[in-house]
């Protein structure tokens, strides 16, 4: 898809505040996909893979959140 197949609102503060309600919808999307695999027992090299990023990255941006809900955690072996 290119730029031009996206249709952009004409005002520059509507499109803006598109792209903030889709990164938020983002962000809530990969916090229950990651705590959906997660409960299902996957470990954090299956969900980095699976998002394109790394091991690292992924823990951090998630292990505190998963832990306050409640989440078993893998541990490394």
Do not use: F, N, Y
């Not at 004409?10 to 916090?31: F, G, H, I, N």
Request: glycine letters at 4%.
């Amino acid at each position: 898809m290119s730029a031009e197949d996206v249709p952009v609102p004409k005002d520059p503060a509507d499109a803006l505040a598109a792209v903030v309600a889709l990164r938020l919808l983002a962000d809530r999307l990969e916090d229950a996909a990651v705590e959906q695999a997660m409960r299902a027992g996957w470990s954090w090299p299956d969900v980095a893979e699976a998002l394109g990023v790394t091991r690292q990255a992924v823990h951090k941006r998630h292990a505190k959140r998963l832990i306050a809900a409640g989440v078993t955690l893998r541990r490394r072996r």
